[in-house]
């Protein structure tokens, strides 16, 4: 059963006298099953910087939404029934991008100034002033944040969790906003695997054959010759490609073993992954793989490759994305290694667009922490993941297979480290001659800083919220 609001009478006695960020915070945990109208913010106003992710950041949008679509409508009715509720003003600010929002915010904190209440944006933009410390309010005290299904998982929330608290969170429970830069997948042209005789691959991922093994077997069989051209199996950014491979090895960038905070690529199963990487890519497979190192989505629209590793967000963030442009397009994960976890498919993420903070000038926590949790609910019929996947199923997606599997890789995306510099080893194994085991001895100082200047810290905070 979810948790309710364990506030109620403090709430009305004490919120409007506080309206310092110095303010004793109470621990509430708004999760709504109740009457909202139990709430009275007396017409207070909370202020919302609202930015669309880094890529469409001069796209105009509802919350993050396109205007005129059905959840930029939703959403618009949301606000007037929390307003309506809460007896409170929303005054939202979604016409910045990402770069003036945090300019914004940063330098209202520096001045002492209030200027958000609630900010939404980059979380690789955000992620400096939680390592800053005293910008965002932590929000463990505030929000239940174990309600993974609402909030975000911890390993897509890695980035905001810091010594010892959560400094962001993201609409998980909305579709389609959050897909934007979550991570890669990839989207197989179903009517070239028919044409060349081949089963549908996604019956591999139902059956539990989706193996490194078996995706050497079709990365031959989708590569073929067609009135003289070369029609390739897959085209890829090599740097996806030994991301997703590194990952599909039951890794982690970042695992705590015997007693230390370690980076993935320095366990066995991230050495093996690397190594296996390696070889499809440039050895079993070198001529299935389209020779120009891009995942443009023109190449596998025109017919030049039968896969291709897109991101999440090249997939179904927009009209102008993949999915609206081809038919019959199927979703697969990338295969698991020998040491995967049956069923769990990861992806990584470098940024995760709409991440949503609290700075700590911020005139009522509490009040604003109300609006948020009441603004982040599920919509209407939208309630649970299974509810999502068929919504994603029948407007987006051919096949609820589609839907699942995409769904699965959002939940279990994690934090890569790029900005710090994660992607090093991982991206030089893919294409340097020299051996795996020589790329993580030369590399071995850099990750043994990034794990003494981020890691541990990041860890920490994660055990802090949910626990080892």
């Known amino acids: ?60 949008n509802v919350f993050g939404f396109i205007p005129g679509s059905v959840f930029a409508d939703q959403v618009m009715e949301r606000k007037k029934q929390v307003e309506n509720d809460l007896n409170c003003v929303i005054s939202v600010d979604n016409d910045s991008s990402s770069w003036i929002i945090q300019d914004r915010l940063n330098a209202s904190i520096v001045s002492g100034s209030r200027l958000y209440d609630i900010a939404t944006s980059d979380s690789s933009m955000l992620r400096g002033m939680v390592r800053s410390g005293g910008y965002l309010i932590g929000l463990s ?35 389609e906003l959050l897909y934007s830069t979550t991570g890669h997948i990839i989207a197989v042209n179903e009517t070239l695997v028919s044409h060349l005789a081949q089963p549908d691959p996604r019956e591999f991922v139902e059956k539990g054959e989706w193996t490194w093994d078996k995706f050497e077997e079709i990365l031959h069989a989708y590569t073929y010759q067609d009135a003289g051209r070369t029609v390739y199996a897959m085209n890829t ?57 891009s ?64 700075p700590v000038n911020t005139s009522d926590v509490q009040a604003a922490a109300v609006v948020l949790s009441a603004m982040f609910e599920p919509f209407p019929g939208l309630e649970t993941k299974d509810d999502i996947a068929e919504y994603l199923a029948t407007q987006t997606f051919f ?48 990750y043994d800083q990034m794990v003494e200047e981020f890691l541990v810290y990041h860890y920490a905070g994660r055990e802090a919220v949910y626990g080892e």
């Open 399 to 446: 096949d609820i297979r589609d839907a699942e599997v995409f769904i699965n890789t959002v939940t279990n995306t994690e934090y890569g480290f790029f900005w710090e510099g994660g992607r090093s080893a991982i991206e030089t194994a893919i294409n340097a001659n020299t051996s795996v085991a020589q790329i993580l001895e030369s590399m071995q100082d850099k």
């Open 295 to 358: 995942s443009s989505s023109d190449i596998f629209l025109n017919g030049d490759s039968v896969m291709v590793v897109a991101s999440h967000g090249g997939l179904i963030s927009t009209s102008d994305s993949l999915m609206y442009k081809i038919d019959n397009v199927g979703i697969l994960p990338f295969p698991l290694g020998p040491n995967a976890t049956p069923g769990i498919y990861r992806s990584y993420y470098e940024q995760i667009a709409f991440t949503t903070v609290i």
């Open 141 to 175: 005290s505030y929000l239940d944040v174990e309600n993974t299904d609402k909030w975000g998982t911890p390993n897509m929330l890695y980035s905001m969790l810091w010594k010892d608290d959560l400094y962001g969170v993201v609409p998980f429970a909305w579709p």
């Open 237 to 293: 950014h090599n740097a996806y490609f030994a991301m997703n491979m590194f990952l599909s090895n039951g890794v982690t960038f970042s695992s705590f073993e015997n007693g230390q905070v370690v980076c993935g690529v320095y366990t066995d199963p991230g050495r093996v992954a690397l190594e296996r990487a390696k070889s499809i890519h440039n050895e079993t497979c070198k001529d299935c793989f389209y020779p120009e190192d």
């Open 1 to 60: 059963m979810k948790k309710v609001l364990k506030f109620f009478a403090l709430l009305l006695i004490f919120v409007f006298v506080c309206s310092s960020c110095t303010q004793e915070a109470l621990e509430i945990i708004p999760e709504y099953e109740s009457n909202l109208g139990s709430i009275n913010l007396d017409g207070y106003t909370v202020t919302w910087g609202f930015s669309m992710d880094r890529y469409h950041s001069n796209v105009e």
